[in-house]
């Protein structure tokens, strides 16, 4: 059994290595030939649309889907060899469990400790530990969990996954749907496990700003193959030090400001209406857009200079925002983002 000290000493592989991992599904290739490499001790970023592949490649690594080709070991383990042996090492909060809604917090974390062989006693004072750790203490005890509100189940998801105090862990999507305050609050607790026990955390995520703010490395999936990867600052340099944004008062006026800047800024993403070139140094390049634009009789809204976000690398590297991608999963139609 591993102990919270065990996940404390140095010397503990809590790494994740992923090899040319693939998942079929019919004709469709869910992750297609991923190549990762986690230290132990890292928080990672896996960034993707809904169906980039997410999920399908942290259900592999938990071995709870098996590979198609390649390979994964976490902790150490192979996640065809030694099934077991991933288990005991990791914690898992899959974006859509099935939580007993009949059941109290409690009772459902002292179960998860006693499926990984932990004894009553010892299981009950996890479950009040675990209760605290996530933030549910002033909830009534006796509340079933069917009548949690959304932030609390992600918190519950969160104890559940500790209860065996692993060296790896996954969550997929911890703050989809989250309140913002609830967002913050899980982002907390993120780091703490992190920077306090060591754990190695994967985590995916739709949201940019989150593995912006929590992540030391990311990479970015889209369509089940790894487009970008790298420390979200790596990735910003890689477009450049910065951004020149530009809005204008029609959609014409936008696209007709992409065709007249071809040539004076050549490295421009147009999407929503607004107009993002990168530089190394924008001031200088200001007044020939400027003045490009004016004599194309295209009217300028407004025009601001900006550093590369992590929305500048999404959609350099899927060709889309993460919005948009979101909105067509969705089955609405999606705006036109034209790419050059
Ligand atoms: N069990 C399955 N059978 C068939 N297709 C699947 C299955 N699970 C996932 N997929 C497909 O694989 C792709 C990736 O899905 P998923 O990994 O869930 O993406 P994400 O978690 O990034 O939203 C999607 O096109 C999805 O429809
Ligand atoms: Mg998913």
Redesign the pocket.
């Known amino acids: 059994m591993t102990t919270a000290s065990a996940a404390r000493t140095p010397g503990v592989d809590r790494s994740i290595a992923v090899e040319q991992l693939t998942r079929q ?1 019919g004709d ?1 290739r ?1 992750v297609d030939r991923v190549d990762l490499e986690i230290p132990s001790g890292e928080i990672f970023g896996f960034l ?1 649309a ?7 490649l942290v259900k592999m690594l938990a071995t709870i889907l098996a590979p198609s080709a390649g390979r994964a070991s976490v902790a150490g383990f192979d996640v065809r060899r030694q099934q077991g042996k991933v288990r005991r090492a990791i914690g898992v909060a899959l974006q859509e469990v099935g939580l007993d809604p009949l059941m109290t917090a409690r009772e459902l974390i002292v179960l998860q400790a006693q499926l990984f062989g932990t004894s009553t006693g010892p299981a009950r004072q996890i479950a009040e530990r675990l209760i605290v750790t996530v933030g549910l203490e002033d909830v009534d005890a006796r509340k079933r969990v069917g009548d949690y509100s959304g932030g609390m189940k992600r918190r519950l998801d969160l104890a559940l996954a500790l209860a065996h105090d692993p060296l790896v862990l996954f969550l997929d999507e911890p703050t989809t749907g989250l309140d913002p305050a609830s967002r913050i609050d899980i982002w907390n607790e993120v780091r703490r496990l992190n920077s306090e026990q060591g754990m190695t955390i994967f985590l995916t995520t739709q949201y940019l700003e989150e593995a912006d703010k929590l992540a030391g490395h990311v990479a970015i999936i889209d369509h089940g193959r790894i487009v970008a990867q790298g420390t979200p600052a790596e990735l910003k340099r890689g477009l450049g030090e910065e951004v020149v944004e530009l809005s204008f008062e029609t959609a014409d006026g936008a696209e007709r400001a992409a065709s007249v800047l071809a040539g004076v800024a050549p490295q421009c993403r147009l999407s929503d209406g607004v107009l993002r070139c990168y530089f190394p140094v924008a001031a200088r390049e200001v007044p020939g857009i400027v003045r490009a634009l004016d004599q194309a009789s295209v009217p300028l809204r407004g025009l601001s200079i900006d550093r590369p976000s992590l929305d500048d690398v999404f959609l350099r590297a899927t060709g889309e925002t993460v919005d948009h991608a979101r909105e067509r999963e969705a089955g609405e139609p999606a705006p036109a983002t034209v790419t050059r």
Request: charged share 10%; no cysteine.
């Open positions: 599904f469709l869910a993707g809904n169906g980039a592949g997410k999920s399908t």
